[in-house]
């Protein structure tokens, strides 16, 4: 029997493109790529078993950020690479059609639906940069592009693929409810990737112009909180709500975050703050500066905080301070890439 390997988002057009597999009697193996700024994996789980494949999940690596740093190909409106990101997603995929004696690699991408990594000449870079060239099949697009392998060698019937193109959904729709879905199976259309998301960019564009040493955990950390650069090494995030609170003193015990300052108000309702890098006088007051802004019932002297460092505790006051009162977080910092 024919199997490919199909990667699976869990949304609507990658679901459809596995089913017009599926009707040409060819095995799917789906493929879902995972990464810390991604949230889908329930999803994926849910449409693999909707479809009857099996389901491979697999992470991203320590040189994924290297691409987010600086991507070959550009960013999107936040601080996705979408080109670079989908190349090293092929390239994963395209080891995986190895692993699994898989003849080609199909995906759900529409020609001309996304402004980036969907164009027509997009395409071409995905397919000859993650060394797929022609095994790589778009089944929603395929009309519209020049026959593949598995298309000259008739292990596709190419008459039974589509013409799809450009943003609108409405076609797609029909073909699912074409092919029997039902309505809880048609996803709402999202990226399901922080990075596309132009505030969460922002957060990602600080660390990559202004930080100097930035390493993963300071990306796993802009998940969490409101982010306030201090300098080129320090930034303080504040919680936003307890669950936050809770996540910063966690963030704060992990083995490699041991150059973080955990302040947490005593006598008066507020937020935690952490500091990353080094706790210097300065950095301290402003920090607590936040806190102190941030808090909801400070009454008389109950306003200090614990500070909290790998080999000491020691309590400090906190109070407005000017800087503190008046800065803005980095998500409303209009920076950007200069790509
Ligand atoms: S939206 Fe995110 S996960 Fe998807 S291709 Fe772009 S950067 Fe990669």
Redesign the pocket.
């Known amino acids: 029997m024919t199997r490919c390997v199909a990667l699976l988002s869990g949304g609507l057009d990658s679901m459809l493109a596995i089913r017009i597999m599926q009707t040409q009697g060819i095995e799917v193996e789906a493929l879902n ?1 995972k ?1 810390m ?2 949230c889908c994996q329930d999803t994926s789980a849910q449409a693999a078993r909707a479809l009857g494949t099996n389901i491979t999940v697999i992470g991203q690596e320590d040189d994924y950020l290297d691409l987010i740093r600086d991507p070959q190909y550009g960013y ?1 409106k936040g601080a ?3 080109v670079d ?2 190349i090293y ?1 092929f390239e994963r995929a395209y080891k995986l059609m190895e692993a699994v004696d898989a003849e080609f690699i199909i995906s759900g991408e529409v020609v001309g639906q996304r402004p980036m ?1 969907q164009k027509r000449s997009d395409l071409n870079i995905i397919s000859t940069n993650s060394g797929l060239e022609d095994l790589l099949l778009r089944p929603l697009s395929a009309k519209l592009l020049p026959p593949t392998k598995p298309e000259r060698e008739g292990l596709v019937d190419r008459e039974k693929l589509y013409g799809f193109q450009g943003r609108s959904r409405k076609g797609l729709i029909q073909l699912a409810r074409d092919f029997g879905f039902t309505e809880d199976m048609i996803p709402t259309p999202s ?1 399901g ?1 922080a ?2 998301e132009p505030e969460f960019g922002n957060k990602v564009h600080d660390l990559i112009q202004i930080q100097i040493d930035d390493k993963r955990w300071d990306y796993e950390a802009l998940n969490v909180g409101r982010h306030f650069r201090f300098n080129e090494c320090v930034k303080v995030i504040v919680g936003r709500n307890e669950k936050e609170n809770t996540q910063l003193e966690y963030m704060h015990r992990m083995e490699d975050a041991t150059s973080t300052s955990l302040l947490e108000p005593i006598g008066f309702k507020g937020p935690n703050a952490l500091i990353t890098g080094p706790s210097t006088d300065e950095a301290l007051e402003y920090a607590a500066g936040l806190v102190y802004r941030y808090s909801s019932s400070i009454e008389g002297e109950d306003n200090m905080v614990q500070v909290v460092q790998s080999d000491r505790e020691f309590k400090l006051t906190a109070y407005p301070t000017e800087r503190a009162e008046t800065e803005k977080t980095i998500a409303t910092v209009n920076l950007r890439a200069t790509h």
Request: charge should be positive; charged fraction near 5%.
């Open positions: 790529f990464t700024f991604t999107g996705n690479p979408c990101c989908r997603m990594s990226t990737c990075l596309t």
